[in-house]
């Protein structure tokens, strides 16, 4: 709803009335009055010019009563305005049509991705500038911005002797004179600010030999008789738009707000909004461009006032409307049960090696439950590292062989999937699932070897890599498609899985916590479970940070745990950007090491090794053949080596907080209690910061948490996952997050009474126009 939709209901109303015919019409003797009130405070809206050219003629068609044929009249002259789609049509229109807003300006803003008016209105304030507080020029301090009012003595164009010349200006107050130069549209200036112009100024003040003086100030021509009470207070500042004036900027925007602010919908509840203590929508949009005096510029700096909360609680509630009308899309969709009976699920649990934990237990009834529907399972399972969620994923997999169909099963990178295998295997030949593993290098005559086994029931689970999506891979039967480490893939990758089956059940697990926030964001469409108690016996991974300098320590830590018989990783970073420095970094550490512990077995693996190389060196470090590890970021999930215990990783400034955390989960996995040795050399206070974090707590979603709020989402998720990131406009999910679980709740409650939103048809238009592109990429 918007001002301007409730204007139009208090025009229709009397209209209709009317229409029903002279005797109605008749029986109420204002009803012109009534219509012409209407009419007046429509045109008092901030809506269009011409919207308000036709409401006043409408009224003045009035002026002789309202007889049928006036009211005819009145009724065909705002027809255009009264459709439910006028709002939406003119906020759509080329941001061109502001007043203000020429053919270079238009460019200019398009530059910007400010397409319609709709894009002006909602290019909100970066910063706010505090006017309020108005200084005499004599204490005007160099090297501090300031706002001051005066007059301009004196102006000149001054030539400078390479030929160029710039515009100069003399403003006086009574108390000093400061001088104003630009050096670029010099013409404006001089036209705009001749002697006597009464003027605001704004600006940094630097000195200039014995003076001071501003360069490009922001001016304000006041009118002559100004008071100082009537001078800008709080005054918004946009990023800057290449081509125009923050000036202009400014007031182009206020010049979309005074043609069409009023037309913007807000479609929270009611109660929604009470709940939040949210603004009036009308109000919301002029106050965060326009803020009134008793607005703190730190709230609004912060977006932290109501007119603010509201427009990011509106985005935020389409976001969840949208996220909600999918999931219940996705459950919509028919598939196949898979159903365990009692008999074999009991059956499958007593082959497994060890007694699922109590927390396993809950969330296998989860997924049970999901499986036995006639519809596709969408469940997110995070767990931290070791919370053991793989045993689950095996039992969904004898689910589904029970029902005769086959289960894909993806990880991230080749060697993941190679141990995910080796360990997978484990699990599963006991419940009597045949496994078969995928890669690139799968010749074709396995692949189809493969199909065929899959296609009779020989083989039920398959395990790889993105190979498993590529079109020379068929999974004939697939009922169930398993993602590890889902924060890997994008729902892209997700979706081509998924592709290959009729609509299979999808189990996506992560290592990575995802805070709330973006667990109902970017995840908001699956249902989620979360692992939180690990398997007993486990004690946490004893953790140090320490500098480069301790090599001695570290040394002595290495050496300690070769004679108790266990092994060691050592993990040095591997980045994109400098790939080729890093490997050489971690191929010289590998020799030192070898150099520093003669008659121990080492090995070096990493992304760019043949996969049969890693394959063995792997091998020989899971059969305990080769004692120290020393790797790239690769072995950071998936690996199960219950014998390794000590952890040191190289440069840990700069991994990620939860990557270090994930990685610190291989070590300690058996009986004998883990160690991590992280050697860092942060240069900042919040690397070190970061890095004691993971000494102090043993919390993967504390971890996840500080992470994110250090990192920003964007980079957290990783370029992948963050195309998956809605684009949010205002709201920002580490600093609203807390929104988001009332919005949820409404955008639910809404789509249970009506998942159509067959009631509100401008409603279900807006949330398709914020999602048509979003909702296409997201259809996994
Ligand atoms: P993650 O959640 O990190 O993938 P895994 O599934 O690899 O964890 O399990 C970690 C280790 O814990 C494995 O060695 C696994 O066999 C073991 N494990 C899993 N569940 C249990 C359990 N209920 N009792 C004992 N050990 C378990
Ligand atoms: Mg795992």
Same mark, same amino acid.
């Given at each position: 709803m918007s001002r301007w939709r409730d204007a139009v209901r208090a025009i229709r109303g009397p209209l209709e009335f009317a229409q029903r015919g002279p005797e109605a019409a008749e029986r109420v003797h204002d009803l012109a009055e009534t219509l012409r009130g209407a009419l007046e405070r429509a045109a008092e809206l901030w809506i269009p010019p011409e919207a308000v050219k036709r409401l006043h003629a409408a009224r003045e068609g009035l002026a002789g009563g309202a007889t049928p044929e006036a009211l005819a009249g009145v009724a065909t002259r705002l027809a255009p305005l009264l459709d439910p789609g006028f709002p939406e049509r003119c906020l759509a229109?080329?941001?061109? $049509?502001? !007043?203000?807003?020429g053919p270079k300006t238009a460019q200019a803003l398009a530059r910007k991705e400010i397409a319609t008016v709709e894009d002006l209105l909602f290019f909100l304030p970066r910063a706010y500038e505090d006017r309020r507080e108005i200084v005499p020029i004599e204490k005007l301090e160099v090297g501090r911005a300031a706002v001051f009012a005066g007059t301009v003595t004196r102006s000149a164009v001054v030539p400078l002797r390479n030929g160029r010349r710039f515009f100069q200006a003399i403003v006086t107050d009574g108390t000093g004179a400061v001088q104003l130069k630009w050096f670029r549209g010099i013409q404006s200036f001089e036209e705009r600010l001749q002697p006597g112009a009464k003027v605001l100024v704004a600006g940094e003040v630097r000195r200039y030999r014995y003076a001071k003086e501003l360069h490009h100030p922001d001016v304000e021509r006041l009118a002559d008789d100004a008071s100082p009470g009537e001078l800008p207070r709080i005054v918004p500042s946009y990023s800057a738009v290449e081509g125009l004036a923050p000036r202009s900027v400014r007031r182009l925007v206020e010049s979309a707000l005074r043609c069409a602010g009023d037309l913007v919908d807000g479609w929270l509840p009611e109660a929604t909004v009470a709940e939040l203590c949210l603004a009036e929508i009308g109000a919301s949009l002029r106050e965060v461009h326009l803020? #009134?005096? #008793?607005?703190e510029p730190e709230r609004l700096r912060a977006r932290d006032t109501p007119y603010h909360l509201r427009l990011v609680a509106e985005e935020l509630f389409l976001l969840q409307l949208g996220l909600e009308q999918r999931r219940r899309e996705l459950r919509a969709r028919a598939t196949q049960p898979l159903v365990l009976s009692a008999e074999a699920e009991q059956r499958a649990l007593a082959a497994l090696p060890f007694a699922l934990t109590a927390d396993q237990r809950r969330v296998w009834g989860e997924i049970k439950a999901d499986l036995a529907r006639p519809a596709p399972m969408n469940r997110l399972l995070v767990g931290d590292v070791g919370t053991g969620k793989t045993v689950l994923a095996v039992l969904a997999a004898a689910a589904a062989r029970a029902a005769g169909r086959t289960t894909a099963l993806l990880a991230p990178t080749e060697l993941l999937a190679e141990q995910h295998f080796a360990t997978l295997r484990k699990l599963a030949t006991p419940l009597g699932l045949r496994s078969a593993f995928v890669s690139g290098a799968t010749p074709p005559r396995e692949r189809h070897t493969l199909a065929r086994a899959l296609e009779n029931g020989e083989v039920s689970l398959v395990v790889g890599t993105h190979a498993l999506m590529s079109e020379s891979v068929a999974l004939p039967r697939l009922g169930l498609v398993v993602i590890d480490e889902q924060h890997r893939f994008g729902v892209a990758q997700r979706r081509a899985l998924a592709s290959k089956g009729e609509n299979p059940h999808l189990l996506a697990m992560s290592a990575? !916590?995802? !805070?709330r926030s973006l667990a109902l964001t970017v995840f908001g469409d699956l249902d989620h479970s979360t692992l939180r108690e690990k398997p007993a016996g486990r004690a946490p991974v004893a953790t140090r940070v320490v500098p480069p300098t301790a090599g001695r320590e570290v040394m002595a830590a290495v050496n300690e745990t070769l004679r108790r018989g266990e092994q060691i990783y050592v993990v040095y970073p591997l980045v994109e950007e400098s790939e080729k420095a890093d490997l050489k970094d971690a191929t010289r550490g590998f020799e030192r090491l070898r150099k520093a512990l003669p008659g121990v077995t080492a090995a070096l693996v990493h992304g760019r090794l043949a996969s049969d190389e890693r394959a063995r060196a792997m091998n020989d470090f899971v059969a305990g053949r080769v004692r120290v590890l020393v790797a790239t970021?690769?072995?950071?999930?998936?690996v199960d080596v219950p014998n390794a215990t000590l952890l040191i990783v190289q440069h840990?400034? $700069?991994?990620g907080l939860a990557q270090l955390h994930q990685l610190r989960g291989r070590v300690g996995r058996g009986t004998r209690s883990g160690r991590a040795l992280f050697i860092g050399d942060p240069t900042t206070s919040e690397g070190v910061e970061r890095l004691a974090l993971l000494e102090g707590t043993d919390s993967g979603f504390e971890i996840a948490e500080a992470d994110l709020r250090i990192r920003g989402a964007g980079e957290w998720l990783g370029t992948r996952q963050a195309g998956h990131l809605p684009e949010l406009r205002l709201a920002d999910l580490l600093r609203h997050g807390d929104y988001l679980e009332p919005v949820r709740r409404a955008a639910e409650q809404l789509l249970r009474r009506d998942p159509k939103l067959a009631a509100s048809p401008e409603l279900a238009a807006a949330v398709a126009r914020r999602w048509s592109a979003r909702l296409e990429l997201a259809t996994a």
């Open positions: 229109q080329p941001a061109s $049509r502001v !007043p203000g807003v803020p #009134g005096v #008793g607005l990575t !916590p995802i !805070p970021t690769v072995i950071e999930v998936g840990a400034e $700069r991994f």
